[in-house]
């Protein structure tokens, strides 16, 4: 029976969320980081943004999005902090901060969401 | 071309006690002459006190493995040619306890080796009346990971395990998938036990160097990532499956 | 260890904490790692846009000034060439860390690199698709 252990879950979500960063974020960040705000192409009027953001399968599937991007960034940012800066000492504290921060982004981006549907 | 190159020898003499210092020697700069052969070329005309290991000199035995202007190398498979014009810095394997000169501590590698169980486990069926069978696909499954020539060249270029010498490291992970791979193994199981322990592959960050200078192409990052993959199947169906369910 | 003791004077050389910077490769892994923190600022940024967008028109438009504000432009600038470089190098390992069969076969790496893309342009789309609409 194999032992029951965190790192295979953590590092599964690690890796859906980097799956998802990498399919997802490269047309977000263009479109809402850069073409909008620069008005290369007109923005979206609000009340299509908050019908399509309202919309319960699009704000399940941003959560899911969100938590998971979290996750990505808490495992990777992690490991960053120990062995590039090697901060190996405050081991424990390191991981409370990056998953604890994890876990904080994700239940703000529930309440977040729940606020335009 | 230059008739000489100019080698910078890492030195150190574990008698003086003072961290180790670059020698410069100049040796022919000939056309098929590797690193080794200019450490030879040292060794037997001007400086008979440097030590070093090798054997084969054809990249087989492994144990030629130094640090070549900072890169992992077997110095019987880098030529001196190709880095001219020089110098050439000549630096023992890092990440490993040096010696003498460019003699390293091979311990640690080889208490690891076998924590893996690199041999083929069968559970209790009858043995067979010959050999066991294999066809060549099967073979072909296993037969990148069984290239290995325990060089160390990966655990060199790893900066997790520079970084946390308790990680089992590339090359014992990649010869525990060269078992799990082959048909005529059931020990799969075992070597996940010792495999998904923290000091098994979640160390690893996927940096990707063992692989970079690997000189048999055994690809043990692959392996790394491919082992995490299956522990994690494994622990989603622990958590899933009520105890003992399996 | 066991047997193998070390030599008691055996030279250990110490890793520094640039090590990161000594090889082109070292550097690209750091960089690569380093994406993640973008990845969650874009995330912290896409969730002020919803809450802003959950509080009304003018909450929206002052949002979107606001992005367009220099630092922010660039902040969102240096996200894009970190995000794309998650995108290629995750891209390009994947064939590296799974074994896709089909039909018995091994299905090639460049196969797998390949049908990401083809994933990205769909999502990409159909992303561009739903908000311009
Ligand atoms: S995996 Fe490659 S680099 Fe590592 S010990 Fe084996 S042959 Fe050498
Ligand atoms: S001397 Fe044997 S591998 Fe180089």
Redesign the pocket.
């Known amino acids: 029976m194999t032992k029951r252990r965190v790192e295979p879950i953590l590092w599964l979500l690690f890796s859906a969320g980097g799956v998802l960063a990498a399919v997802f974020l490269p047309v977000l960040v263009v479109l809402f980081g850069l073409a909008f705000p620069l008005g290369w192409v007109t923005p979206p009027s609000h009340d299509h943004l908050h019908a399509v953001l309202g919309h319960p399968l699009t704000a399940l599937f941003l959560f899911g999005l969100f938590a998971l991007c979290l996750a990505h960034w808490a495992h990777r940012f992690r490991y960053t902090l120990y062995d590039g800066l090697q901060l190996k000492g405050s081991k424990g504290l390191i991981t409370v901060l990056c998953y604890g921060g994890a876990v904080l982004g994700s239940v703000v981006s529930a309440v977040v969401l729940a606020t335009v549907v | 071309m230059a008739d000489s190159i100019r080698l910078q020898v890492s030195r150190y003499r574990p008698e003086e006690g003072s961290a180790p210092t670059l020698q410069e020697y100049d040796v022919p700069l000939r056309k098929e002459w590797s690193v080794l052969d200019g450490l030879n070329y040292v060794k037997d005309h001007l400086d008979s006190t440097l030590s070093y290991r090798w054997s084969c000199r054809m990249g087989i035995c ?1 144990s030629c ?1 130094m640090s070549v202007n900072g890169t992992p190398e077997l110095t019987c498979g880098t030529f001196l040619a190709d880095l001219a014009p020089g110098p050439v810095r000549v630096e023992p394997m890092r990440n490993f306890p040096v010696v003498r000169d460019l003699v390293v501590d091979i311990g640690d590698f080889m208490d690891k080796l076998p924590r893996v169980k690199p041999w083929i486990i069968r559970d209790d069926e009858p043995e067979p009346d010959g050999e066991y069978l294999q066809t060549p696909e099967e073979l072909d499954e296993y037969k990148q990971f069984s ?9 060199s270029a790893c900066p997790v395990y520079g970084l946390d010498p308790d990680f089992i490291g ?2 014992a992970i ?1 010869l525990a998938e060269r078992y799990d791979l082959d048909s005529r193994d059931r020990g799969a199981r075992e070597r996940l036990d010792v495999l998904i322990e923290h000091e098994g592959v979640w160390g690893c960050t996927f940096v990707g160097e ?1 692989t970079t ?4 192409h ?1 690809d ?1 990052a692959g392996a790394i990532q491919r082992y995490k993959l299956k522990a994690a199947k494994e622990s989603v169906k622990a958590f899933l499956l009520p105890r003992g369910a399996r | 260890m066991s047997e193998t003791e070390v030599q008691p004077r055996a030279y250990r050389r110490p890793v520094s904490t640039w090590w990161w910077l000594e090889k082109r490769s070292y550097f690209v892994f750091a960089m690569r790692e380093l994406s993640s923190v973008f990845v969650a600022w874009f995330v912290v940024f896409l969730l002020m846009l919803t809450y802003a967008v959950g509080r009304g028109d003018d909450q929206y438009q002052s949002f979107l000034d606001w992005a367009a504000t220099p630092w922010v432009v660039v902040l969102n600038l240096v996200t894009l060439v970190f995000v794309v470089l998650h995108m290629v190098t995750w891209f390009n390992l994947t064939p590296q860390a799974t074994v896709v069969r089909l039909r018995g076969q091994r299905v090639p790496a460049w196969a797998i690199i390949a049908s990401q893309y083809v994933g990205l342009a769909v999502v990409s789309a159909f992303v561009i698709w739903l908000v311009t609409r």
């Not at chain 2, 290995?148 to 990966?154: T, V």
């Not at chain 2, 200078?213 to 048999?216: D, W």
Request: proline content about 14%; glycine content about 10%; charged content about 5%.
């Open positions: 492994g493995g290239m290995c020539i325990n060089c160390m060249l990966c655990y590339p090359a990649a063992c200078v690997c000189p048999k055994v043990p």
